[in-house]
């Protein structure tokens, strides 16, 4: 059995976080300058069946069988061996690396999940449909988040823009307008269960208040739709920056984030908003080709702890 290797990609959120959780549209695009990656490797030294997995950026070297059922890592492998059912399972090493910062927005665990399972499948000569990486990939999502929307896995899976409501047919968005895009990490870490979580409480406590915000956040990602479709980037970052006000709204901004924000539209941006969960992760600012210099300087500056540019083009993303 020769050696497979499959990788997935980053994504960023560009409209509709949080909102996306209530039921309303979202839009993520893929960052490939980031990924995470797959190794299989058989052993034929070992008994038949006999399952390694190394995650050197998590120093883990275990036994599939030591590690627990909920284990993200064991989730995904026996959900691909359960939906692919081999006569016979084989000795062999998996190992995972990615290069996709952790809670940070970025969808690092959902990467991770997608290139196992892409790899693991295509190992056993089964390899399974982007559709299918993406639901099993949603069940492992929901031992990391609890009630993700699904967003992370689609966009992940399926490497294209996507327009994603829940449980409505996938809309992939046909970009024929280059936008210019510049990522900035405040290396503030929080989990996305604990700001899905604060903000379910503060919709339980006031759900007018709550649905009223999500609602316009909603309004504003069909308008972006059009918007990155049409490629008109002054709307474009009007509808992001009315986008962040609303995210402030839902308390899940912090100080650092406001600070890179406001530093990526002093130094030009069309908008900028956080992206993801919040409370910290990645900013997302609207470039223009002759000032994504000046935006990646400034953020760097502002003491950003990554700063990534990513050009949106349907063909020109890989
Ligand atoms: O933090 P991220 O990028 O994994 O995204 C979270 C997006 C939310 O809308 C806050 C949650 C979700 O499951 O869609």
Redo the contacts with the bound molecule.
């Keep these: 059995m020769p050696v497979v290797f499959k990788k997935a990609p980053g994504k960023i959120?560009l409209f509709g976080?949080?909102a996306?959780?209530y039921g309303h549209p979202?839009i993520a695009i893929p960052v490939r300058k980031v990924n995470a990656t797959a190794r299989i490797l058989p052993d034929i030294s070992s008994q038949p069946g006999n399952i390694r997995i190394q995650a050197e950026d998590i120093q883990l070297d275990s036994n599939y069988t030591d590690l627990a059922e909920n284990h993200p890592l064991a989730a995904a492998v026996r959900l691909t061996l359960q939906e692919i059912a081999p006569m016979h399972i084989p000795s062999f090493t998996i190992q995972i690396s990615s290069t996709i910062p952790i809670s940070a927005?970025?969808?690092s665990g959902a990467a991770v999940t997608v290139a196992l399972i892409r790899a693991l499948s295509s190992f056993l000569g089964a390899p399974l449909s982007n559709e299918t990486i993406s639901n099993l990939t949603f069940e492992v999502e929901k031992i990391h988040?609890g009630t993700?929307?699904g967003?992370?896995n689609t966009v992940i899976s399926f490497e294209k823009p996507i327009y994603f409501e829940q449980e409505k047919t996938l809309e992939t968005l046909k970009i024929k307008h280059p936008t210019h895009w510049v990522i900035a990490d405040t290396g503030e870490k929080t989990p996305?269960h604990e700001?899905?979580s604060a903000v379910r409480e503060k919709h339980n406590e006031n759900p007018e208040k709550y649905n009223a915000i999500f609602k316009s956040i909603g309004s504003i990602t069909q308008k972006a739709r059009r918007s990155l479709i049409q490629g008109d980037v002054d709307a474009l970052g009007h509808l992001m920056d009315e986008n962040q006000t609303l995210l402030e709204a839902l308390g899940v901004s912090s100080p650092r984030l406001d600070t890179l924000i406001d530093k990526a539209r002093t130094a030009g941006a069309s908008g900028a908003k956080l992206s993801?969960?919040g409370r910290g992760?990645n900013m997302i600012a609207l470039a223009h080709p002759d000032n994504i210099v000046d935006i990646e300087r400034a953020l760097t500056n502002a003491g950003a702890k990554r700063v990534i540019y990513t050009k949106l083009m349907e063909a020109a993303q890989r």
């Design positions: 959120i976080e949080h996306v959780v979202a927005g970025m969808g988040h993700p929307s967003i992370d996305t700001t899905v993801g969960g992760g």
